[in-house]
């Protein structure tokens, strides 16, 4: 697919970051989109920046987790823009239970339902309408953590990794499927680096937690485990220092990160027109990629392999 404008696409999460990006970057190029997400401010924010684009912007609350408001969704997207679609982005995603050991179990499968079921149901739901134009490409976001189970020593990172690695194993195994079945339907799996992004801050939203100036002692403590673990003496911070901390984690994430939403929904957008099935988005992905690829049974050493950026998800 060499140009978007006339095309019609999904674009999940797109409320923040990335997805944002894309709608906008999208909506310019002369492609009308729905997106959806669980932050009804933040696709206000999405709508606003696209008001003016050559393309047509919808938008609508879905978590994609859940499968009656992704048909909810679907109902909603049809009626807004037909029964055709050129191009799906599954790009909704958050962060959290890092470990399968400590950690609640039923927030590890809320990530694992965001991260791959969101990915499944909204790919499930709209395939009929991707089956229905001449061409599209459906486009999944894994992760460098799809291929590299790992953000560094001491930070389990268990709920998305598997995630992201079913995203990447679901998008490759459709390539031959999709060949013999829907030859004219392609998939692609986009597996960015650090990307600038509010990802950390939106993942606590997602779970009802409160903003940092506004935690307990309470909502604190995964974090001064999790900073324990990574060898900090977390005990000797008092409760507005662990607020700071946890305030700086999640400006620094976006704010450190070596290329912003924008630059990576540039790449995203770029790899679909070149006709890339895998995309890696960012330097780091490209120099984790090789280094995993060279040397497998180092992958969890934490000896010269991992994305050089420091720690700023834990908690
Ligand atoms: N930022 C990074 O460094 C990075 C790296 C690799 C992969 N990713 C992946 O890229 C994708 C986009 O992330 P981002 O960094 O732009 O994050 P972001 O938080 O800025 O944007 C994600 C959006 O998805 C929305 N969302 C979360 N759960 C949802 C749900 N259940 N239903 C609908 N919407 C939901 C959030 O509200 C948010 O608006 C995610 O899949 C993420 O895992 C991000």
Redesign the pocket.
């Known amino acids: 697919m060499d140009t978007f404008g006339g095309k019609r696409a999904v674009v999940?999460?797109g409320?923040?970051?990335?997805?944002r990006e894309l709608v906008v970057q999208l909506a310019e190029a002369g492609c009308s989109v729905a997106t959806?997400?669980?932050?009804a401010t933040?696709l206000a924010e999405t709508a606003s920046r696209a008001a003016h684009a050559a393309g047509r912007v919808t938008t609508h609350i879905?978590?994609?987790?859940d499968r009656q408001q992704v048909a909810r969704l679907h109902a909603e997207v049809t009626a807004a823009h037909g029964g055709v679609l050129e191009l799906l982005f599954n790009?909704?995603?958050?962060g959290g239970a890092g470990s399968f050991v400590v950690d609640d179990p039923e927030d590890w499968e809320r990530v694992f339902a965001?991260?791959f079921f969101?990915v499944y149901n909204c790919s499930r739901a709209f395939l009929p309408e991707l089956m229905a134009a001449d061409e599209s490409v459906l486009v999944n976001?894994s992760?460098?953590n799809g291929f590299w189970a790992s953000l560094g020593p001491g930070i389990p990172h268990t709920a998305y990794s598997t995630a992201k690695f079913a995203v990447k194993g679901f998008s490759e195994a459709l390539i031959e499927d999709l060949r013999l079945n829907a030859p004219h339907v392609k998939v692609a799996v986009v597996m960015?680096?650090?990307?600038g992004?509010?990802?950390v801050a939106?993942s606590r939203r997602?779970f009802g937690q409160p903003e940092p100036d506004a935690m307990g002692e309470e909502d604190l403590v995964p974090m001064r485990e999790s900073l324990a673990r990574q060898g900090v003496d977390a005990e000797s911070l008092s409760l507005d220092d662990l607020r700071g901390v946890r305030k700086l984690m999640e400006e620094g994430f976006r704010t450190t990160?070596p290329l912003d939403?924008a630059g990576a929904a540039t790449v995203i957008l770029d790899g679909i027109r070149a006709g890339k099935w895998r995309i890696l988005v960012g330097d780091d992905a490209v120099r984790l990629d090789q280094q995993v690829r060279a040397n497998p049974e180092a992958a969890y050493d934490h000896q010269g392999i991992g994305l050089n950026t420091i720690n700023l998800t834990a908690g």
């Open positions: 999940t999460g409320g923040s970051g990335m997805g959806c997400d669980v932050n933040g879905c978590d994609v987790s790009n909704a995603g958050i965001v991260d969101g976001t992760s460098v960015p680096g650090h990307i992004t509010d990802i939106n997602y990160a939403a």
